[in-house]
T-cell receptor
Framework: DAKTTQPPSMDCAEGRAANLPCNHS???????VYWYRQIHSQGPQYIIH???NNETNEMASLIITEDRKSSTLILPHATLRDTAVYYC??????????????FGQGTTLQVKP | GAVVSQHPSRVICKSGTSVKIECRSL??????MFWYRQFPKQSLMLMAT?????????EQGVEKDKFLINHASLTLSTLTVTSAHPEDSSFYIC????????????FGPGTRLTVT
């Protein structure tokens, strides 16, 4: 399995960019990096995923280092509604086709007014 | 698109009884559904993988006779907690994925189970 390491918590001022780091130094060449978030007492929400190129969608940007050992999720203009636990996940080897995801402890992002 | 629903959203049952939780993919066909459990202040723990028309695959340490999973159609999977005990009280979350290696997983809103 590709283990991911994230800081347990981060604060961000409302309106500023939130940069959430993730270390996945054991990731293999065919493993994608997925980001999900979970707002309190709700099901997780898909944010973005990538392999080696940087990705951007309407929610966030994903920056993956060239060696693929780490990545950063960027919320360009954080709002109070972005307060959540953010999970960085690299699916287990051999399971990419099934979508099996193993959640770590994630980063609790607190957006403050 | 890609909406997953769960029913009920909250349930309270007495110890020793069984409770069924439904997970539905509303606008897509889900060949694979997953069931997770989440205790307070903890992360999601994968319980089992459910494939339509076949037996579920349970994660290590999850009792298959206690947590019965049925995936009878491409839009419905059910989790039955049998002979529930207070320690089974938890937040149960399902997710569904569509065929293909690169699609995301779509999560339901979760079911809060309280066993008294």
């Amino acid at each position: 399995d590709a283990k991911t390491t994230q800081p347990p918590s981060m604060d961000c001022a409302e309106g500023r960019a939130a940069n959430l780091p993730c270390n996945h130094s054991t990731i293999s060449g065919n493993e994608y990096v997925y980001w999900y978030r979970q707002i309190h007492s709700q099901g997780p929400q898909y944010i973005i995923h990538g392999l080696k190129n940087n990705e951007t969608n309407e929610m966030a940007s994903l920056i993956i280092t060239e060696d693929r050992k780490s990545s950063t999720l960027i919320l360009p203009h954080a709002t109070l509604r972005d307060t959540a636990v953010y999970y960085c996940i690299a699916p287990p080897r051999g399971s990419s086709n099934t979508g099996k995801l193993i959640f770590g402890q994630g980063t609790t992002l607190q957006v403050k007014p | 698109g890609a909406v997953v629903s769960q029913h009920p959203s909250r349930v309270i049952c007495k110890s020793g009884t069984s409770v069924k939780i439904e997970c539905r993919s509303l606008d897509f066909q889900a060949t694979t559904m997953f069931w997770y459990r989440q205790f307070p202040k903890q992360s999601l723990m994968l319980m089992a993988t459910s494939n339509e028309g076949s037996k579920a695959t349970y994660e290590q340490g999850v009792e298959k006779d206690k947590f019965l999973i049925n995936h009878a159609s491409l839009t419905l999977s059910t989790l039955t907690v049998t002979s529930a005990h207070p320690e089974d009280s938890s937040f149960y979350i399902c997710s569904a994925t569509t065929p293909g290696p690169l699609t995301g997983q779509y999560f339901g809103p979760g079911t809060r189970l309280t066993v008294t």
